[in-house]
C-alpha cells in the first residue's frame, strides 16, 4: 500500500544541504525504485520533506541503501554533524493518482 512520508528537518539542515544530498544520490539520472514523489521546501524557518512510496518497504530500502549513505558523505564533506532526527509521520494512503 503506498505511504505518505512527512518529515521536519532538524534546525540548520538547508536546502542546499537537501539539495546537496539529492545529488549526491544521482536522484535525477536514477530514481529509486518506489518513488512517486518528491518535494522539499522551507518553511516556518525549517526544512521539510513530503514523499509518496509504493510502500513502507520501498522507502526503507532506499533509505538504507542510498540515503543514509548520502547523508553521511555530505555531512563529513561539510564538517557537521546533524543537529538530531527528522520529526517523521508515515501514512498509509487509499488512493494515489498521477496527473
Do not use: C
Not at 524557518?45 to 558523505?73: C, M
Amino acid at each position: 500500500m503506498a505511504v505518505l512520508l512527512q518529515q521536519v528537518l532538524p534546525e540548520g539542515v538547508t536546502i542546499d544541504m537537501l539539495d546537496e544530498v539529492t545529488t549526491e544520490m544521482g536522484i535525477q539520472s536514477d530514481p529509486p525504485a518506489g518513488l512517486v514523489v518528491h518535494v522539499h521546501y522551507l518553511e516556518g524557518g525549517r526544512s521539510h520533506v513530503v514523499d509518496v512510496w509504493e510502500s513502507r518497504q520501498a522507502y526503507e530500502t532506499f533509505e538504507e541503501n542510498r540515503l543514509r549513505p548520502a547523508i553521511q558523505k555530505v555531512m563529513e564533506r561539510r564538517g557537521v554533524t546533524m543537529g538530531g532526527q527528522p520529526e517523521t509521520s508515515m501514512t498509509e494512503v487509499a488512493s494515489v493518482m498521477k496527473g
